[in-house]
């Protein structure tokens, strides 16, 4: 999903924590979660190619059509969020931490649904089962569907 969509959603969702919560710390936290668990994805380029993504621009092309780097992608698995939603029930963690599971939660969902990737490529164990690989991981059709601009 692109990152307007993801600004658009949990600024949205922040809102929402202010005017039914009356928590700016919560709505900032989901923010600031909804969208920057992508950093993941410079991650991922700064290991293979050792440099940061200046450009967006190259970032989504390493992202769509680079299939022979690892897609480690850690913040983006469900695995994550468990644990997050765990330590939050079981640690009785404050509006900070609720925010940002939501935030990282519904990310991940529209990531989810929004991306052409099998469904499981969002579980962590499943991707190490593939050893991270892109080719493996991805579809052989992905690449020829997503256009990298
Ligand atoms: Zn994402």
Known sequence: MKPVYHVSISAALGLIFIIFFNSF????SCFFCGVL?????HLDY??????????????????????????????????????LWGAITVFNLDMLWIGAAVGFTVHVICDQFSNPLHPLVYFLTYRIKYNFSKEKLLDKNFFKQVRPY
């Open 37 to 41: 668990i992508d950093l993941d994805h």
């Open 46 to 83: 700064f290991l293979a190619k050792d440099e940061i993504p200046w450009r967006y621009r190259d970032l989504v092309y390493f992202c769509s059509t680079d299939k022979n780097h690892k897609m480690y992608l850690w913040f983006h698995s469900y695995e994550s969020l468990v644990l």
């Open 25 to 28: 710390v919560a709505a900032i």
